[in-house]
T-cell receptor
Framework: AQKVTQAQTEISVVEKEDVTLDCVYETRDTTYYLFWYKQPPSGELVFLIRRNSFDEQNEISGRYSWNFQKSTSSFNFTITASQVVDSAVYFCALSEGDDKIIFGKGTRLHILP | SAVISQKPSRDICQRGTSLTIQCQVDSQVTMMFWYRQQPGQSLTLIATANQGSEATYESGFVIDKFPISRPNLTFSTLTVSNMSPEDSSIYLC????????????FGPGTRLTVL
């Protein structure tokens, strides 16, 4: 069975600090997809990234970076030089290729000015 | 990316009534999904809406409570039937954008409060 664990329920950091959100997943499939979504206080769900299981290359997009390690079944998300606008709930998610996405419980991130 | 709209954006309903939520996409998509997000919780998949066939429901969700229609490739509805306060949630539709496998985008959500 597939499962996504985000052990950090809530994190608070001061603006400009770097912060890493952890995500550990479980799956029996060799082909799967990992996602990160952002849900700001307004409630909409914003797609950030999709990664397939065959591509372990780390990705950087501006202040965001993702570290995918199959050996530890982790797909961690780092925000560099955090800003107040980064305050949101962040969800890690997993799909085994049948298009159904299983979400973690989310990490609520507070960026303090 | 697909542009997704939902109606209504929010509603307050009485116990025992039903509400139908609409999801409209600006392009044809193969797969449409309905999720529920209870207050302070994560998202849970309710069902997959397939065009031309019955929806596929996840464990814990049944057609009598959450009937779904998918009349074409750009539209779907979810009805929350015989509502109780426990149904108070955000209901979101999402689509697997055609041609981009497993790229899923979400609508803005419908915030439902049941009194």
């Amino acid at each position: 069975a597939q499962k996504v664990t985000q052990a950090q329920t809530e994190i608070s950091v001061v603006e400009k600090e770097d912060v890493t959100l952890d995500c550990v997943y479980e799956t029996r499939d060799t082909t799967y997809y990992l996602f990160w979504y952002k849900q700001p206080p307004s409630g909409e769900l914003v797609f950030l990234i999709r990664r397939n299981s065959f591509d372990e290359q780390n990705e950087i997009s501006g202040r965001y970076s993702w570290n995918f390690q199959k050996s530890t079944s982790s797909f961690n998300f780092t925000i560099t030089a955090s800003q107040v606008v980064d305050s949101a709930v962040y969800f890690c998610a997993l799909s085994e290729g049948d298009d159904k996405i299983i979400f973690g419980k989310g990490t609520r991130l507070h960026i303090l000015p | 990316s697909a542009v997704i709209s939902q109606k209504p954006s929010r509603d307050i309903c009485q116990r025992g009534t039903s509400l139908t939520i609409q999801c409209q996409v600006d392009s044809q998509v193969t797969m449409m999904f309905w999720y529920r997000q209870q207050p302070g919780q994560s998202l849970t998949l309710i069902a997959t809406a397939n065009q031309g066939s019955e929806a596929t429901y996840e464990s814990g969700f049944v057609i009598d409570k959450f009937p779904i229609s998918r009349p074409n490739l750009t539209f779907s509805t979810l009805t929350v039937s015989n509502m109780s306060p426990e149904d108070s949630s955000i209901y979101l539709c999402s689509v697997d954008s055609s041609g981009i496998y497993n790229e899923q985008f979400f609508g803005p959500g419908t915030r439902l409060t049941v009194l």
